[in-house]
Nanobody, 124 residues
Framework: QVQLAESGGGLVQTGGSLSLSCTASGRTFSTYAMGWFRQAPGKDREFVAAISQSARTTDYGDSVKGRFTISRDNAKSTVYLQMNRLKPEDTAVYSC?????????????????WGQGTQVTVSS
């Protein structure tokens, strides 16, 4: 069992930055690929970014490429999402998730554990 807890959400103006963190407890963090997803009201869950167990591979959704950066620190059992040049359309609840294995990072149904989420609001 893995418990995930996100932090770092909040309110920011357009063009600003936020950094999200997701800390895991329970089984060995380094055995999981980690992903970030977001869901805005009335919309489907959207893939944001993912990182492999060793951090050698990262993947990003098209809407955030070049603006967001995912990273991880296995010693701290934490995955990060640095969000720059934020836009109002980035407003959503952001959740981190953990999955076994590699690949297919954008497929949310393949993730085994999920955090509760943290709200990010970008004002125009």
């Amino acid at each position: 069992q893995v418990q995930l807890a996100e932090s770092g959400g909040g309110l920011v103006q357009t063009g600003g930055s936020l950094s999200l963190s997701c800390t895991a407890s329970g089984r060995t963090f380094s055995t999981y690929a980690m992903g970030w997803f977001r869901q805005a009201p009335g919309k489907d869950r959207e893939f944001v970014a993912a990182i492999s167990q060793s951090a050698r591979t990262t993947d990003y959704g098209d809407s955030v490429k070049g603006r967001f950066t995912i990273s991880r620190d296995n010693a701290k059992s934490t995955v990060y999402l640095q969000m720059n040049r934020l836009k109002p359309e980035d407003t959503a609840v952001y959740s981190c998730a953990a999955k076994y294995g590699s690949g297919w990072y954008e497929r949310s149904h393949l993730y085994d554990y999920w955090g509760q989420g943290t709200q990010v609001t970008v004002s125009s």
